[in-house]
């Protein structure tokens, strides 16, 4: 089976760096990544745009606007990105930047940092970014749900909010990063009440290929994704990610195989994200 890992990171961001020697174990680089997409025939990944000025200042007020994949020179030929918005500095060039960034081959989307940044998605601050998104026909991912910072505000990344923005955009697209985890039943109902909202799996465990078995055997964390998945009905609306380098590969494809039934593993692993994601299809090889 191909698969589309619709949310990583490639981005050089000292918290990154340290949760791939820490935690994760990952060669955190193009070789590292190359070697784990081969080995999973994953074909295509989808960076989420982020930067930080300082080394550790992440989530960075200062950040440029766009954020992009700032690891290495050039990026890997696989990877394609969603812009980063960093709402504290959306003054007006910067939205002729983030316009002239969006017309870009390889933007396939742009990415909220809701949780890190103190704003609700549905603030009047994001309205110019969510017209940029239509008019290039780019679908939004927000951030849902834990903040991997101490310094995030979780009341801004509750996936409540996204209830009132996909009312009100609805010829947006918005994919719920993370299922919103822990607010795993508030994410189910909004994507199945919402037609333009949608949910990736991506960050739901951070760490070694012991960590991900540790937690795959623990039925009431399975569960607790399970419930959210089968009250939701509906697979059409879910896009695998992973949330590398915080975790590996191979190991986190086998935890969501094991959460999602089989005949839906297409849909989850691939099609849906090639739907979501309109662009990304001249990447693809058929
Ligand atoms: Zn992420």
Same mark, same amino acid.
């Given at each position: 089976m191909k698969i589309i890992d619709a949310h990583l990171h490639f981005s050089n961001l000292q918290k990154f760096k340290d949760t791939a020697n +820490? %935690? =994760? +174990?990952? $060669?955190? =680089?193009s070789k590292g990544l190359t070697k784990e997409f081969n080995d999973s025939n994953v074909v295509l990944g989808i960076g989420m745009g982020l930067t930080e000025m &300082? &080394? !550790?200042? /992440?989530? $960075?007020?200062? =950040? &440029? +606007?766009?954020m992009d994949l700032d690891l290495e020179k050039e990026l890997p030929k696989f990877l394609v990105y969603c812009l980063g918005i960093n709402p504290e500095r959306l003054k007006k060039n910067q939205l002729a930047d983030i316009d002239e960034e969006a017309k870009k081959d390889r933007v396939v989307g742009l990415k909220i940092y809701a949780g890190y940044y103190p704003y609700y998605v549905y603030d009047e601050i994001y309205t110019p970014v969510y017209e940029i998104a239509k008019k290039y026909n780019l679908p939004i991912v927000i951030h849902s !749900? $834990?903040?991997? =910072?101490?310094? !995030? %505000? %979780?009341k801004y990344s509750h996936p409540l909010a996204v209830d009132e923005l996909a009312v009100k955009h609805r010829e947006i697209n918005f994919i719920i990063a993370h299922f919103g985890d822990p607010w795993i039943m508030e994410t189910a109902e909004i994507i199945s009440k919402n037609p333009n909202v949608y949910a990736d799996l991506s960050g739901l465990i951070v760490g070694d290929e012991k960590q991900v078995d540790r937690f795959k055997n623990q039925r009431l964390f399975v569960d607790h994704f399970k419930r959210g998945f089968v009250y939701a $009905? +509906?697979? /059409?609306k879910l896009l695998f990610g992973t949330d590398w380098p915080l975790v590996q590969i191979k190991p986190y494809i086998d935890f969501i195989k094991h959460l999602i039934p089989d005949e839906f593993h297409e849909y989850v692993f691939y099609r849906n994200a090639l739907k979501v994601f309109p662009k990304i299809k001249r990447y693809i090889q058929y």
């Open positions: +820490n %935690l =994760s +174990n990952i $060669d955190y =680089s &300082k &080394k !550790g200042a /992440f989530p $960075d007020a200062e =950040s &440029k +606007n766009p !749900g $834990d903040t991997y =910072s101490d310094r !995030g %505000l %979780l $009905d +509906n697979y /059409f």
